[in-house]
């Protein structure tokens, strides 16, 4: 597979995320569109995201179409656990843990 193939592979498996969250608005026959997806500023740092995940699907040279899809779909926690690792490790470094280990605590829930 090419890399761009595998970046938008990434890309579709981002966007499914999001047809996800969509779907599970539906309540019965009535439809409930959250207010964030009328703000353009959600739609900015989600163009970003899906960016970043295809680029995450490049990065870890998927080999296959469906483990670029899975990456994509994935990166929101992997970049929360990239964010939370690393600011586990300063906050230990500031209360004296020379080790920097972490509190345990996971990455953010979405």
């Not at 938008?8 to 539906?26: I, K, P």
């Not at 959250?34 to 900015?44: C, D, E, N």
């Not at 899906?50 to 990456?71: K, N, P, R, W």
């Not at 926690?77 to 990239?82: D, E, P």
Request: glycine share 10%; net charge positive; charged share 15%.
């Amino acid at each position: 597979m090419q890399p761009y193939e595998t970046f938008l592979w990434g890309v579709v498996g981002s966007l499914a995320v999001e047809v996800v969250r969509l779907y599970d608005q539906f309540d019965g026959r009535r439809f409930h569109l959250p207010v964030r997806y009328r703000r353009v500023s959600f739609w900015l740092v989600r163009a970003l995201l899906t960016v970043a995940a295809g680029g995450l699907a490049v990065a870890h040279q998927a080999q296959t179409e469906i483990l670029a899809v899975h990456i994509g779909a994935s990166a929101p926690l992997i970049i929360a656990a990239f964010t939370s690792s690393a600011a586990d490790k300063e906050t230990k470094a500031c209360d004296g843990n020379p080790q920097g280990q972490g509190s345990g605590r996971g990455p953010p829930s979405y």
